[in-house]
C-alpha cells in the first residue's frame, strides 16, 4: 500500500496518561498535516510541516499537544495528560507542494486515521 | 469567523437517480475548493477539486459546480449508486499548501 498510514488505528487510555501517534505519508509528498475529527464534524487542521519545519499550528493545538517530522519522513503527534475531550479521531493527510511556485492545486490525501478514547 | 457550512445534513436518493450536494462558503479569500467523500471508519478520500478560476470541473460521474458571486459550491453525482453512500465534505483554502478548512459533511444514502 502506498498510501498514506497511521498507527495506531485505535487507542484507548486513561485520562491523564500520554500517548503518541504515528503517521507515514506517500513517500514523495514533502508537506505533511494533523486534523482532528470529531463524531458528525469536518475535519479540524491542528497542524503542518513541509519537510521536517513545522509551518503552522493551530490554536487547537494546546501545550499538551506536540508534533514533530524529524527527518521529514514519518511525523508523529503526542498527547499529554489526555483529557476526555481529547477523545477523537486524529487524521494525518500529505501533499506535494511544488517547489518553486505553486499549481494552485492543493489534494491532501488522507490516512485512515488513529481513533482515541480517553476514559 | 469564516466558516464553510453544508446546506442540508442528509440527502437520500434512489439508486441510479443524480444525487446534489451543496456547500456555501463565506471566505471571498478561498480560491481552491476540494470534495471528500468518507465512509464509515476511514479517512476521507479526495473525489474532486476546483480553482477559484474555473467555475466547472467534471471527474467520474462527478462535477462540482463553482458560483463565487454567490459563495456557492455543489457536487454532482450522476447515476448515484449503493457504494456511493458516505459522508461528503467540501472543504477549502486560500493557497496553495495551507490546511483545509472543512464544513461539516452530507450524509448520502443511496436506497435500491
Known amino acids: 500500500d502506498t498510501g498514506v498510514s497511521q498507527d495506531p488505528r485505535h487507542k484507548i487510555t486513561k485520562r491523564g496518561q500520554n500517548v503518541t501517534f504515528r503517521c507515514d505519508p506517500i513517500?514523495?509528498?514533502?508537506?505533511l498535516y494533523w486534523y482532528r475529527q470529531t463524531l458528525g464534524q469536518g475535519p479540524e487542521f491542528l497542524t503542518y510541516?513541509?519537510?521536517?519545519?513545522?509551518?503552522?499550528k493551530s490554536r487547537l493545538l494546546s501545550d499538551r499537544f506536540s508534533a514533530e517530522r524529524p527527518k521529514g519522513s514519518f511525523s508523529t503527534l503526542e498527547i499529554q495528560r489526555t483529557e476526555q475531550g481529547d477523545s477523537a479521531m486524529y487524521l494525518c493527510?500529505?501533499?506535494?507542494?511544488?517547489?518553486?511556485?505553486?499549481?494552485?492545486?492543493?489534494?491532501?490525501?488522507f490516512g485512515p486515521g488513529t481513533r482515541l478514547t480517553v476514559l | 469567523g469564516e466558516s464553510v457550512g453544508l446546506h442540508l445534513p442528509t440527502l437520500s436518493v434512489q439508486e441510479g437517480d443524480n444525487s446534489i450536494i451543496n456547500c456555501a462558503y463565506s471566505n471571498s479569500a478561498s480560491d481552491y475548493f476540494i470534495w471528500y467523500k468518507q465512509e464509515s471508519g476511514k479517512g476521507p478520500q479526495f473525489i474532486i477539486d476546483?480553482?477559484?478560476?474555473?467555475d466547472k470541473r467534471q471527474g467520474q460521474r462527478v462535477t462540482v459546480l463553482l458560483n463565487k458571486t454567490v459563495k456557492h459550491l455543489s457536487l454532482q453525482i450522476a447515476a448515484t449508486q449503493p457504494g456511493d453512500s458516505a459522508v461528503y465534505f467540501c472543504?477549502?483554502?486560500?493557497?496553495?499548501?495551507?490546511?483545509?478548512?472543512f464544513g461539516k459533511g452530507t450524509s448520502l444514502l443511496v436506497t435500491p
Open positions: 493527510a500529505s501533499s506535494l507542494f511544488p517547489v518553486g511556485g505553486t499549481s494552485g492545486r492543493n489534494e491532501q490525501f
Open positions: 476546483i480553482r477559484s478560476n474555473m
Open positions: 472543504a477549502e483554502n486560500r493557497g496553495s499548501g495551507y490546511a483545509l478548512n
Open positions: 513517500s514523495e509528498h514533502n508537506r
Open positions: 510541516f513541509q519537510n521536517e519545519a513545522q509551518l503552522e
